[in-house]
C-alpha cells in the first residue's frame, strides 16, 4: 500500500478532506489572534493597574470555568455534534470582543477574558469548546495519519502564534496618540476580525450525522465493556499525569511577559519578537517530529525533548540579562510545545471515535484545572519579591511529568513499531 505523502507538501495537503483543511485554517487564524494576546494582555491588565496577584486570579477563573465548560462540551458533542459547539464559541468571542472594544467595563472585561481564556496562551484552540473541535478534527483524519497531521495542525498554530507575537509589537506601535490600556486596542480589533472570518469558515460546512446509540445496557457486549473499562483506566491515568505536567507549566509560562517586564525592564517590543521567534521554530519542530514519533512512538517524542526544556526552564531566572534569557526561553519553548500535537494524537488515540469528545475534554479539564491553579500560585510567589521560585516549582513538577508520563502510559502507545524480536514467527 503506497504511502501518504505529509500533510505540510501541496499533494499531501490536497489528500485532506474539506473539513480537515478548514478546520486548520481557522486554527491557525485563531491561533494568530491568541499569539497577540499571549504577549499583550498581561501588559494590558498591568496597565490598567492590575498586580501579578490579580493576573493570576484572573488567569484562574479562566482556566476553571473552561475546564467545567469543556467537560460538559466534550460528552454532549459526543451525542449532538461538534460543528454547533464551535459556532456557538465564534459567535460567542464575536459578541464578547465587541462589547469589550466599546465597553472597556472591568466587569465585562473579566467575564469576556474568563470564558474566552485572553492571554493563556492557548495556541489556536477553541477555548472551552476545544474538545467538540479536536474530535470533529480526529474523525475528518484517517486513524493512520491522524499522528503526521495532527502534528502538522500543531505546526501551523505554532505559526499562527508567531504571526500574532509580531503583530502584538506592531498593532500598540500604530497608537502612538494613545497611552495607558488604550495602547492594545488593535489587539483586540485583530480577535474580532479573525472570528469574524472563523465564524462564516465553520458555517458553511457540514458535519456527517452522529450514528445512532444503543443505551440500553443489556445490549451491550462482554467485549464492549471490557474496552470501555480499559479505555476509562487509560483516560484517568491521563488525566493524572497531566495534571502534574499543567501546574508546572502554569506557574510561570502565562505570567512570563510580566515577569519579563518586572525582572529586565522590556516592553511589547522587545517581547513580541521573542515569541514570534519562538512559535515558528517550534512550528518547524512540530512538524518534524511527526517523522520521529513515526520512528520511535509517541510517547518517546513527547518525553525525550521535554528533559531538556526542564534544564532550560530552571535557568532562566538566574541569568542576569533578557538578551541571555530570551534565547533560554526561545529554546525551553521549543523542546516544550513542538510534541503538542504527538500529546493530541496520543489522547484522542487512546479510546474510540464515539467517545473522542469525552476523551478531549477530559484532557482539556486536567489542563483547565491544573493550568489554572498555576498562575495563580505563581502570581501569589512573585507578589511576594520571588521571582525565582515559580520556576523552581515549576521544573520540579515538569520533571515529575517526565517520569510519570512514561511510566504509567507507555502501555498504551500503539504507535511504536514494534522490536524485531516481539515480531511473530514467520513475519517478514
Not at 469543556?70 to 451525542?79: A, E, F, H, P
Not at 483506566?233 to 519579563?260: D, E, H, K, Q
Not at 510545545?337 to 504527538?342: E, K, P, Q, Y
Request: glycine letters at 10%.
Amino acid at each position: 500500500m503506497s504511502q501518504s505523502p505529509p500533510p505540510y507538501t501541496r499533494r499531501g495537503w490536497t489528500t485532506l478532506s474539506r473539513t480537515a483543511k478548514q478546520l486548520i485554517a481557522a486554527r491557525f487564524l485563531r491561533a494568530t489572534a491568541q499569539g497577540a494576546l499571549a504577549v499583550d494582555f498581561t501588559l494590558y491588565l498591568k496597565a490598567r493597574g492590575w498586580s501579578a496577584q490579580d493576573v493570576g486570579l484572573l488567569l484562574l477563573a479562566s482556566g476553571l470555568i473552561s475546564a467545567a465548560l469543556s467537560l460538559v462540551v466534550g460528552i454532549v458533542s459526543d451525542r449532538v455534534g461538534r460543528r454547533v459547539f464551535l459556532l456557538i464559541y465564534e459567535t460567542g468571542l464575536i459578541i464578547g470582543t465587541t462589547l469589550l472594544v466599546l465597553v472597556p467595563n472591568v466587569w465585562i472585561l473579566v467575564v469576556v477574558a474568563a470564558i474566552f481564556g485572553f492571554g493563556r496562551g492557548a495556541n489556536g484552540t477553541s477555548g472551552p469548546f476545544a474538545p467538540a473541535e479536536q474530535a470533529w478534527l480526529a474523525q475528518a483524519i484517517p486513524d493512520q495519519h491522524r499522528s503526521s497531521v495532527f502534528n502538522f495542525n500543531a505546526g501551523l498554530q505554532f505559526g499562527g502564534m508567531g504571526v500574532g507575537s509580531i503583530l502584538a509589537a506592531a498593532l500598540p506601535a500604530l497608537m502612538s496618540g494613545a497611552s495607558g490600556p488604550r495602547v492594545y486596542i488593535l489587539v483586540f480589533v485583530l480577535n474580532l476580525v479573525m472570528a469574524v472570518v472563523n465564524l462564516w469558515q465553520i458555517w458553511i460546512l457540514s458535519e456527517p450525522p452522529r450514528p445512532p446509540r444503543n443505551l440500553n445496557a443489556q445490549h451491550r457486549s462482554k467485549k464492549e465493556s471490557t474496552v470501555t473499562k480499559r479505555e476509562n483506566r487509560a483516560l484517568a491515568l491521563l488525566v493524572g499525569v497531566n495534571m502534574v505536567n499543567a501546574v508546572g507549566v502554569g506557574l510561570i509560562a502565562p505570567l512570563l511577559p510580566y515577569w519579563f517586564n518586572l525582572k529586565f525592564g522590556v516592553g511589547p517590543t522587545a517581547i513580541g519578537p521573542v515569541y514570534a521567534l519562538t512559535f515558528f521554530l517550534t512550528g518547524l519542530f512540530a512538524m518534524m517530529l511527526s517523522h520521529v514519533s513515526d520512528r520511535m512512538g509517541l510517547i518517546r517524542a513527547i518525553i525525550l525533548p521535554r528533559i531538556l526544556g526542564v534544564a532550560l526552564l530552571i535557568a532562566i531566572p538566574f541569568v542576569p540579562s533578557f538578551a541571555i534569557a530570551a534565547p533560554l526561553y526561545v529554546a525551553r519553548s521549543i523542546v516544550n510545545r513542538s510534541s503538542m500535537g504527538a500529546r493530541q494524537a496520543f489522547g484522542v488515540g487512546l479510546v474510540r471515535d464515539q467517545r473522542r469528545g469525552l476523551a478531549s475534554s477530559l484532557n482539556t479539564v486536567s489542563w483547565g484545572v491544573a493550568g489554572a491553579i498555576g498562575p495563580a500560585i505563581g502570581g501569589w510567589i512573585i507578589g511576594l519579591g520571588s521571582l525565582v521560585w515559580p520556576f523552581i516549582i515549576a521544573a520540579s513538577l515538569q520533571l515529575g511529568y517526565v517520569i510519570l508520563f512514561p511510566t504509567l502510559m507507555g502501555q498504551y502507545d500503539t504507535s511504536r513499531p514494534p522490536h524485531p524480536a516481539e515480531k511473530s514467527p514467520g513475519s517478514s
